[in-house]
Structure formats: C-alpha cells, structure tokens
C-alpha cells in the first residue's frame, strides 16, 4: 500500500456518490492524502466517466475528477452489496452520498443505520433540497442550486437574461463546502470524548446562497432585491469595478475596492484626486470615472495599460484564457500545474493540489482509476477478505 504524506493521511473516506457535488469533495480530500474509495456500478460505472470530451476514446474531465481515488465495484441493489457496503461504512472515517434520501433509507446506508455499524461515523449527505425538506426525494442538479442561491439572478446585464457560469457551480461550491464541513466534524471527533457522530445535510443550494451573504439582510432592513448590474457588484462600495478592452483587442478587469484604490485610479486617468476623498464624492462621480477609464484603457495596449497600472498601484489583470493560464508565470511559480502519467494518454496536464499546505503538502499520485481497478486492494487489505471471498463476491455479480 502506498503510504499517502499529505496532511489527510490516513483518513478514510468512502463514497456511495456519483457524478460531481458529492465526488469533488471526496476529490479535493484525496488530494491532501485522504484514502478514498469510490463506489461504483459494476455495470454501468460512474456516469460522469463519460462527460464531456474524450480524447482517443478516454474522457478527460474524468481522469481529474476521479484522481487520487481508489475504483472499486459494488451493486448496491442487493442485499450482499448492501451488507458489503456496511462494512466499507464500518473501516471508514467518512461517508460520502448523494443518493435520493428515500433509496438510502430502504438500502439501510442512510445516517441513522451507518450509525449503527460505525458509532462515530461522519456522513456528508448532499441533496438536491436538503434531506429535512418536504422536497428530500426530489431529484436535483447544480443548476438549480444555483438559481434558488440567488447568484444566477445577479449575473448578467441589466438588460439581459440571468446568466450562469460556465462551470459546474453549484456543484463545485457544494463539494468545497462538503469538505470543510467534514475538516469541523473530524474537528468535534478529535477533541470531544463523546462525540457520537455527524450527520451533514448538504443542499445544492446552500453553499451558493451562504455566499452572497449580503443579499438576505439587504432585502429584510431595506427591502432592496439586488439585481444584474454586469461586470460591477450589487453591493459594491463606491469603486470602479468593471471590465475593460485595450486597444489591441484585450480584455482587463479593473477593481478598486477601497477609497485609496478609487484615489489612485483617479490618479490613474488624470482626475484631480482630491474630488474623490470621500465616499459620497466617489459615489457621485462613479459613472464619470468609470467612462474615464475606458476611454484611457482603449487608447493603450494591454502591456502599456499593466505596466502603468502596476506602477501606480491600480489592481487590474488581463481576463485569463486556460491558454493565458498555461504561459503565466505566477501560475508556474506556485506549481498551479502538473504533470501527471496517465496509464492511457501518458503525460497530461492538470491543477495542482489547492489548497497548498507548507508541511504537510498534498500531491497529484494518480489519474482516475480504471473502474474497479482497486477491488483486491480494498476489499483484500482494508476489509481482511480472501481471495475466495472475493472470488465469490465477483462471481455473484456482487463486485
């Protein structure tokens, strides 16, 4: 076995989970060295080994998604799946599902019955509406996470439709915030002797909405309903936040949050910087100065418009492509990519490990396993079975 050294090492984690919320936390546990284990279909797999495009019939976002994980094959839809799966339960640390609420309780892997077999189980339960809502059954996307947050009616133009990101949002923050729930529950078990247990009932729509964490008191003390206003912020200060095109054709954002950052824009473009000393000056004349800096912005070229910015300490960057990433130096210097061997394509290139931890660093070990490509190991060594054991196990359809 090989011995993780990240600051996770140790840790053991299984996921009943497919496709991204419930799997990204898993990931991003892994990567710090957490032993995960990713139950999948014996048939069928993960659905999310076949999104999105494939190179020489191998898809890619799976080899990230699934990286530093252990594959192995479970038919969950038996009572011998059921029973192995409550002892995978039993040697884990972590649970991770995104399972209907209703499947889980009739397979006995919800909570209260892991509970059972674990005492002192951690279970990351991520749903579409929240396991206590009158809507727990009802299946659910990160989509529509996202537009109950209340981040999809802020984004876009004010004469245009609310937009989405264009990544898997609700998905991905619900998998981040997964993951910090599970470090305060591992937290909780480390210093309290009584400690019985977690159950983290995760709603695609809860990490998003936490977020914008200004919109709920803005609405109940002023009865104000944020709405699209493009590249600024809704409840930005008196600042100028926008993007901008220089005159060879790239784009820069500009950001100004602080009334000495407003001061050195002013600064920036000529202005007299003593006509934006307070806020209600900046407020005043915030539409002035944002054309102002357009204007100044497309008579230069992007290496004019960052150096000069620099210079005078206006915060301000090129808008990156993945192409612009790959070439920045800051990226390279913080090892923001690697390069990992992939049993399949060979050398690919991906994120490194975020977030960076000094002492205990994490690492990119692997590429997404081949499905099953861990059976022997994990139900060999982690759960003492035989090789007849499995043997019968893979021959029952079981595994």
């Excluded at 996921?15 to 990713?38: N, Q």
């Excluded at 998905?171 to 910090?180: K, P």
């Excluded at 820069?252 to 806020?279: F, K, W």
Aim: glycine share 10%; aromatic share 8%.
């Amino acid at each position: 076995m090989n011995v993780r050294q990240g600051t996770l090492a140790g840790l053991k984690v299984v996921e009943f989970a497919h496709v991204i919320a419930g799997p990204l936390a898993g990931t991003l546990l892994a990567d710090l060295g957490a032993e995960v284990v990713h139950v999948e279909d014996p048939n069928v797999g993960d659905p999310q080994r076949n999104a999105g495009p494939a190179k020489d019939g191998f898809h890619l976002w799976w080899k990230v998604s699934a990286r530093n994980k252990r594959s192995i094959t479970l038919n969950l839809r038996t009572e011998e799946g059921r029973a192995v799966a409550r002892e995978l339960a039993e040697w884990a640390d972590v649970v991770i599902t995104n399972f209907r609420v209703s499947t889980l309780e009739r397979w006995g892997l919800d909570y209260a019955s892991l509970q059972k077999v674990n005492e002192k189980i951690i279970v990351l339960q991520v749903t579409g509406f929240g396991a206590t809502s009158s809507r727990r059954n009802n299946p659910g996307f990160g989509k529509v996470g996202e537009a109950m947050s209340g981040v999809v009616n802020i984004t876009g133009f004010p004469d245009g439709p609310p937009v989405h990101t264009g990544f898997s949002h609700g998905d991905s923050v619900t998998g981040l915030m997964g993951a910090f729930a599970i470090q305060a529950a591992l937290y909780r078990r480390a210093t309290d002797p009584n400690f019985g247990g977690e159950w983290i009932d995760l709603a695609l729509y809860d990490g998003l909405y936490r977020l914008v964490e200004w919109q709920v008191i803005f609405y109940d003390q002023l009865g104000r309903v944020p709405e699209r206003v493009g590249n600024r912020l809704a409840a930005a200060p008196a600042a100028v936040i926008n993007t901008f095109q220089t005159g060879d054709g790239v784009w820069l954002t500009v950001t100004s949050g602080t009334p000495r950052s407003v001061r050195n824009v002013a600064e920036l473009v000529g202005e007299d910087v003593a006509d934006y000393a307070t806020p209600a000056q900046q407020v005043e004349r915030r539409e002035h100065l944002d054309g102002l800096v357009r204007d100044w912005i497309a008579q230069r070229s992007v290496t004019e418009c960052v150096e000069t910015m620099a210079r005078l300490e206006v915060v301000a960057s090129p808008i990156y492509s993945v192409e612009d990433i790959l070439k920045d130096e800051t990226f390279r210097e913080r090892g923001n990519v690697v390069e990992v061997e992939d049993p399949d394509l060979g050398p690919v290139r991906m994120q490194g490990v975020i977030p960076r931890m000094t002492n205990h660093p994490g690492e990119v070990w692997r590429t997404a396993p081949a499905l099953g490509e861990d059976n022997d190991r994990v139900y060999g060594e982690y759960l003492g079975k035989s090789a007849d054991d499995i043997a019968a196990l893979s021959s029952a359809g079981t595994i």
